[in-house]
C-alpha cells in the first residue's frame, strides 16, 4: 500500500491534474505494457486508509481494479500484436490514469487533509470525470481488442456499467464536517469562540489527533497561501477560505491541544527511507551549498558536476566568475540541472526536523509575506483574535509550562504574517515577551527573543519594545542569553531597530551595547557575526558611538575578517570600516596599522562585489581625507591601487566613479609637489664652467 504522506510532485499545484498524452505513433504493445504498471500502480491504494472521500474513491479504486483485470486479460488473449486504431482508447484510458493517481495521491497527503475535505465536492467531480473518460474509451477500442476473449468482453461489460453508475459524491461525514467548518468561521467573524467539542469532531474526521498534525496542516495551507500571492493572484476567490482555514488550524492548535509533540515517523514508501530517519543517514553538512555555507533549497548541477544552490551559483555567474566555486575548472556552459534527488533529501531533512521547505526565503516570497499586511477575510481576523487573546492570557497569568508553549506558540504565529504580528501587538504581547527574556528556562528565553525579533520587523513593535523598555534587555540577551541562537536574533533585533536614528541614539547610550557587538562579531559563529556586523553599522551614526567602537577594538577584529573566505563578511566589514573611517578617530585607529591598508588596497582590486568595491574607494576617501598628503603618498607607492582605480573609472558604479577619480588626482597632486624643480638655464652671454 503506498504511503500516505505523499506530497505532490514539485511544480505541482494540488488538486491539479497535469497529464501527458502518449505520442500517436506509438506501438500499441508498449502503450498497453505502460498502461498495466500505470494501473496496477493506482490500483494498489487503500480507500479504507484516506481521512476523506473514502466512498468515492473505493468506488474509482474498484473499476480500476476491474479495468487491471480487463488489460491484463486482453494482453495475454491477443494472439497477433493489438491494432494501430486501439492507440485512440488507450491513449484515453492512459490520461485517465494519470489523473486519478494523482487525486487519490492528493487526497491521502499528510498535511492537506483538511484542504482536501473543503474541496470534497471538486474532488467528487474530477473522479466523476475520470470514470466518464474511462466508459468512453472503452467504447473507441477496437471490437477484435474488446472482444479478444470471452472474459476480456465480460470485463469490459462490467467495467462500463460500473464507471457510468459509480457513486462517487462525498460522504456524510465529509459533508457533516464541511457544514461544521463553515459554521465555525462564521463564529469566527462574529469574534464569538467555537465549541471545543464541534473543534474536534472536524479534526477527528480528517484524521488530526496532536498538534503536530495540525500545524503540519496550517504549514501546508500557509504554503499555499503565499504560493498564491508570489504568483500574483491577491484577488484568488480561495484565499480567503485558504486563510480562514489557516485562522481554524491556528486557533485549534493554540487552545485545544496542551503539549508541543515531537515529530512523528512518517510511513515510508516501500523501498525508501522515512523521512524521519532522514538525519541519520545523510549528513546535513553534505546538503550545504559550498558558497554560502547554507541548506540548498533549490540545488543544481553545474557542467562540473558539483552542486549549489540556484541563488547562490547565479550570483556567483552573474558576479563575473565562470569557473566551478570548488574545482576551479572552468564552466562549460551556464546552464544548470535540477538536482531533484538531493532536493528531495532535502525535503525529507526538513520535514523530520519539522520545519516547511517554505521557510527557506527567498526575495519574492519575502515581497509575498508583506501582502499579508491584513487578513483576507473576516472569519481569518476573528479566528487569529481569539487566539492572541488565549495566548496573551498563558503569557500573563499561566503556568511555566503554559508560558513554554504560549512564547513557542507566539513565534510560529508571527514568523511569516504581517498581520499575526500586528495582532500580537496590539493585544500587548511585547512586554510579557521581554519579562520572560529574563526567565531562567532557555528554550522560553529563546523563545521570546524570537519573537521579538519578529515582532520587531513590524513598525508598531519596534515602538512597543522601545517604549517598554527593552532595549537594555535585548543588549543584555545579546551578551548572556543561554542559547547561541538567542544571542544571534537579539543582534538582529538591534539592526531592525537601527534605522532609527533616536533608538540608535538610545543604544549607543548603552555601556555595554558597543562592545558586546563587537564581541560578537569576534567570537560568535557565521550568523552571529553577520548579525552583529549589520546591526553595529546602524548603529555608528555619531562620533561618539564610532570612538566607543574604536575603543572596544572593533577595527582588529574587523580587519580580521578581511582575508577570511567569506565574501559577504568581508563586504560587510569593509562597510562597517568605511562608517568607522568617516570619523577621524576612526581613519587614525584605521591607518595605525600599515597591514590593513595594504589588505583595503588588494580587497579593492581583487573583490568580486559591486557593493564591495563601493565601500572600499569610499573608505580609502576618507583616509586620505583625514590622514592629509603623507597617507596620499603611502597610497601612491601601492602599485596595486591605480589599476584598481582606473578599472572603477571604467566599470564602477557613479558613486565609485566620483571616488576614484578624486583619489587619482590626489595622489597626483601630491606626486607633483614632491618632485624637485625643473633646473634653471643660465642667462645668455654668462660663461659656463662644466666639471
Known sequence: MPPHDRRAPPGRRMLALPTVCPCEAIAPGTLLASLVALVAEVARHDAAALPVLRRGAGEALRVTRVLLAFLEEVREAAAEPLPDASVLGLSELHVAM??????????????ARLWVLMNADLVASELRVVLCSVATALDVLPADVVGASVEAGELARLLSQQAWRAPVWPDEDDGRATRSVRSMLALFRSRATPHAEDAMMVLGRVGITSWCDCAEEAAFLEAELLDRLEDGRENDNDLVLISGLMAFLVYCRVVLFDTVDAKKADAAAPGSRPASSCAAWTSQEALQCPISLELMTDPVTVTTGQTYDRTSIKRW?????RTCPVTGEKLRSTQFVPNVAARGIVEQLLLANGTP???????K?????????????????GGVRLAVAFLIARLSRGTPEEQKKATHEVRKLAKRNVYHRACLVEADAVPWLLHLVSSMDASVQDNAIACLLNLSKHAAGRSALVEAGGL??????VNVAAK?????????ILFYLSPNSEYCQEIGRIPEAIPTLVRLMRDGTYRGRKNALVSLHGVLHGASSIGKAVTAGAVGVLASLLPGDREDLANDAVALLARIAEQPAGATAILASSELVTSLVDFLGASASRSGKDHCVALLASLCLHGGDKVVALMGKMTALMPALYALIADGSPLANKKARWLINEIHRVYEQRQPPPPVAPPAGDRVIRV
Open 98 to 111: 494519470q489523473k486519478l493517481r494523482f487525486l487519490l495521491a492528493d487526497c491521502s497527503r499528510r498535511g
Open 484 to 492: 547561541v541562537e538567542a544571542r544571534q536574533n537579539a543582534a538582529a
Open 472 to 477: 537594555g534587555l535585548v543588549v543584555d540577551a
Open 317 to 321: 555567474i552573474k558576479s563575473g566568475c
Open 357 to 363: 521547505l517554505h521557510e527557506q526565503q527567498s526575495s
Open 365 to 381: 516570497h519575502r515581497c509575498a509575506v508583506d501582502k499579508t499586511v491584513s487578513a483576507f477575510g473576516p472569519a481569518a481576523a
